[in-house]
Nanobody
Framework: QLQLVESGGGLVQPGGSLRLACTTSGGTLDYYTIGWFRQAPGKEREGVSIISSSGRSINYANSAKDRFTISRDNAKNTVYLQMNSRKPEDTAIYYC???????????????WGQGTQVTVSS
């Protein structure tokens, strides 16, 4: 079972930037589609961005377009989520997850990290 680990969360002021990282405690991410999801208090988990194993196919949620950038460095076994122009409504726990095939269906993501808290506040 792939074990995912997120890092990079914290407190950021509105308009600020933060970069999250997703890696594994064992195994490799090379062959997996990786997705970033988030869950705000009292809300359902929602997709933020997805990147294919090759990195050539990328999708963003409308809330992330033009502000977030997903990327991967397979040599470092890491997928990143660069978040700029942060808004208070971006406050949530951010999770990365892995799927064996390119998919937008959250049900296809079988391995999940524990999440990292991101808080946007002045």
């Amino acid at each position: 079972q792939l074990q995912l680990v997120e890092s990079g969360g914290g407190l950021v002021q509105p308009g600020g930037s933060l970069r999250l990282a997703c890696t594994t405690s064992g195994g490799t991410l090379d062959y997996y589609t990786i997705g970033w999801f988030r869950q705000a208090p009292g809300k359902e988990r929602e997709g933020v961005s997805i990147i294919s194993s090759s990195g050539r196919s990328i999708n963003y949620a409308n809330s992330a377009k033009d502000r977030f950038t997903i990327s991967r460095d397979n040599a470092k076994n890491t997928v990143y989520l660069q978040m700029n122009s942060r808004k208070p409504e971006d406050t949530a726990i951010y999770y990365c997850a892995a799927a064996e095939d390119l998919t937008n269906d959250v049900a296809d993501f079988g391995a999940w990290g524990q999440g990292t808290q991101v808080t946007v506040s002045s």
